[in-house]
């Protein structure tokens, strides 16, 4: 009986244990605060703010621009910067926002007067834009 080979029990045990040790950690490597779903979900707002932001800034460069063009005349009849050229503009630059129900990307443009104020929710979470009759862009929410 001496000269059989195999795996004993405690090897076994030994095994069974550091494996469950491995699934713990990446267990908790996916999850928690700290995790890679939680980054991934984090990462996942920002990029949407930003292609936000970035529709925004291109809008306003868009009216800017067009504004030095004398041949230049736009849809809404003004060269000027106001919540009706700034949301048209900001749809020009960019299909997915809108802010029309159902859009992949919902803003908000409050304010008659400068400055407007950008808005969107995204998870949740609430960015704001304030934008003056000057061009001048300026994230308000979330403060960091």
């Known amino acids: 009986m001496k000269d059989q080979k195999g795996i004993t029990l405690i090897a076994l045990v030994i095994t069974i244990i550091v494996l469950l040790i491995l699934a713990g950690v990446s267990i908790a490597m996916l ?29 306003v460069a ?28 900001i749809k020009r630059n960019n299909s997915n926002i809108d802010t029309a129900e159902g859009a992949k990307i919902k803003i908000t443009i409050t304010g008659e007067s400068t400055p407007w104020t950008v808005s969107t929710t995204i998870s949740g979470v609430v960015y704001e834009w304030t934008v003056t009759s000057g061009g001048v862009i300026n994230q308000t929410k979330p403060t960091t």
């Open 62 to 89: 868009d009216i800017v621009a067009n504004q030095k063009d004398p041949t230049y005349n736009t849809t809404e009849g003004q060269n000027v910067i106001n919540k009706t050229t700034l949301e048209a503009a």
């Open 31 to 59: 999850t928690g605060d700290n995790g890679i779903l939680t980054k991934a979900g984090t990462a996942s707002q920002k990029s949407i703010a930003g292609e936000v932001e970035e529709a925004i800034k291109l809008g």
